[in-house]
């Protein structure tokens, strides 16, 4: 199975594995179970590594429990904050990280006896980076990244005469070219103008500094990449450029499906979710390139936390699991082969399947362009209240757009509001 150095890695871990099973007095006979909770394709890639696991582990049974993507979240927080209903092993989203990571819930995976600092160097740098709390503790390893990406549908851009080009020099030639595709095609250029804002907003992040706030908590949503986002925004929806859906709606999914939406501004995992259920019968149509101004963001990822109060005696077990679906160059290739998970893992970027045609994508070689993004990310410091942030900077951002709110004002009222809220 894999490489030879995995073979050895897998089966020295194993080796350690029944070695402090037996050290803790856990007769090998008595089979242990450990829960681990995940949302939708994080479980279905967690349970098509089980057969493997189960080779290696005979006597560890693994129970994987799905919620929705949101209703998992919740559950989590709950879990927690009441300590009831602990998973060994739960998986959080990017976005996420930042409202478990500053509250102790969490394992630190840097101290004994995870020592998580010694994969390090094996680890997309920024993904790695991402998990490190303001204090320095390390909450959870990264299984998948998401490097920021333009989707494209030929056809329509064909139609119009607007070259590739015309959408990736700058933002305002991106807007100029919707205008282009709305006159020539009746085709929208893009679902939502929200999803522009949450990649402008991402853009130009100075080290060491977070999306809404800084490492003291000091509130960043006046910066001037706020500001673009929202002229961007405002200018794509003053000239009806967007189709004024919701993400993951009916009515969004719909658009790529009809083929009245000309582009979408996400992360390279947006293709699998294409081709598997939101449009599949637009495959060849569709092409990636890079973001408008040549920006590097990262967009969503998956990882993997230990909660500080689950059951101790299954602590070992649980980190074992952590590190054979994160650090097991197998596991991490199957996952971006079958399920399109682009690998935190390093080791896993120099396989063959980099080099392949992407039948969606019209036979593009469109892994090495991701490849080439995610290196060149930087880390973005994770804070308690991203997620409320965001929600604050959402219903301004609909203020300017259906209200005329101006834009220093909206997000004015955005920052007053946070500072009420960072420092609790």
Not at 107 to 129: H, M, N, Q, T, W
Not at 366 to 376: C, D, G, Q, S, V
Request: glycine share 8%; hydrophobic share 40%; aromatic share 10%.
């Amino acid at each position: 199975m894999g490489d030879l150095h995995d073979h050895h890695w897998l089966k020295r871990r194993t080796v350690l594995a029944g070695a402090a099973l037996f050290s803790t007095g856990v007769r090998a006979l008595a089979p242990t179970v450990i829960h681990v909770a995940a949302y939708p394709l994080v479980d279905e890639i967690a349970r098509s590594a089980l057969p493997m696991w189960n080779k290696l582990h005979p006597d560890v049974e693994v129970r994987i429990q799905t919620r929705q993507y949101q209703d998992h979240h919740t559950a989590m927080t709950t879990a927690l904050s009441t300590s009831g209903q602990l998973p060994d092993v739960m998986v959080l989203e990017a976005s996420f990280l930042g409202r478990f990571a500053q509250g102790g819930g969490l394992e630190d995976l840097s101290r004994a006896p995870y020592d998580i600092g010694r994969f390090k160097d094996r680890i997309v740098p920024f993904a790695y980076d991402q998990a490190v709390n303001r204090k320095g503790a390390v909450v959870g390893m990264p299984t998948d990244i998401g490097p920021g990406t333009m989707l494209y549908r030929k056809d329509i851009l064909d139609r119009a005469g607007v070259q590739e080009a015309d959408l990736t020099a700058s933002w305002d030639s991106y807007i100029a070219a919707g205008l282009r595709i709305k006159a020539a095609t009746g085709a929208y250029l893009v679902g939502t103008v929200q999803s522009v804002k949450d990649i402008l907003i991402r853009s130009g992040i100075k080290p060491g500094e977070g999306q809404y706030f800084d490492k003291d908590s000091n509130v960043l949503v006046t910066a001037d990449r706020f500001v673009r986002a929202f002229e961007v925004a405002r200018e794509a929806r003053s000239n009806k450029l967007d189709a004024r859906t919701v993400a993951w709606s009916n009515e969004w999914a719909e658009g790529f499906k009809r083929g009245t939406v000309a582009t979408e501004v996400t992360g390279a995992w947006m293709v699998g979710q294409l081709s598997n259920w939101v449009a599949p019968k637009t495959i060849g149509l569709w092409r990636a390139t890079g973001l408008p101004e040549g920006a590097s963001v990262s967009y969503g990822g998956s990882f993997y936390a230990i909660p500080r109060r689950s059951e101790s005696a299954r602590k070992q077990m649980a980190w074992e699991f952590i590190q054979f679906m994160t650090l097991d160059r197998e596991r991490q290739v199957e996952a971006f082969t079958k399920f399109d998970a682009f690998p935190a893992l390093l080791d896993a970027h120099n396989t063959p399947f980099f080099e392949e045609p992407v039948a969606f994508l019209g036979g593009q070689k469109a892994r090495l362009l991701w490849r080439e993004t995610a290196r060149k990310i930087s880390a973005v410091q994770v804070h308690k209240q991203s997620a409320f942030a965001d929600e604050v900077i959402n219903t301004e951002l609909d203020k300017v757009l259906n209200r005329g709110k101006k834009i220093r004002t909206a997000l004015e009222d955005a920052k007053r509001l946070l500072e009420q809220r960072a420092h609790r």
